[in-house]
């Protein structure tokens, strides 16, 4: 069993920072992928922003964060990071983290066992 908790989030303006953690609990957690979703308001589906593998050598992105977000992840602490950087107002969403019982990561929510409550960022000038 595995527990996120996500923290960090907050209003930012466009083109600007933000840093959001992710804390999970269990004794392997070297072994799962972990991945961070957002879901804009009014919207049904979780996006895919990134994913990386239970070592951290795999890091995935969706074309749209590309070169402005960084998934990082400190095993010895059980934690896990979104840099975002030059954010837009579309990236006004609440941001989860996820889990799956696997090394790889996957771009699918469907993938993912386990979930935190999720983090509220509001891209806002």
């Known amino acids: 069993q595995v527990q996120l908790v996500e923290s960090g989030g907050g209003l930012v303006q466009p083109g600007g920072s933000l840093r959001i953690s992710c804390a999970a609990s269990?004794?392997?957690?070297?072994?799962?992928?972990l991945a961070w979703f957002r879901q804009a308001p009014g919207s049904l589906e979780r996006e895919f922003v990134a994913?990386?593998?239970?070592?951290?050598?795999?890091?995935p992105y969706p074309d749209s964060v590309k070169g402005r977000f960084t998934i990082s992840r400190n095993n010895a602490e059980n934690t896990a990071y979104l840099q975002m950087d030059r954010l837009k107002s579309e990236g006004t969403a609440v941001y989860y983290c996820?889990?799956?019982?696997?090394?790889?990561?996957?771009?699918?929510?469907?993938?993912?066992?386990?979930w935190g409550q999720g983090t509220q960022v509001t891209v806002s000038s």
């Open positions: 996820a889990a799956r019982g696997d090394y790889w990561p996957s771009p699918r929510e469907e993938a993912y066992d386990y």
């Open positions: 269990g004794r392997t957690f070297n072994s799962f992928a």
């Open positions: 994913g990386i593998s239970g070592g951290g050598s795999r890091t």
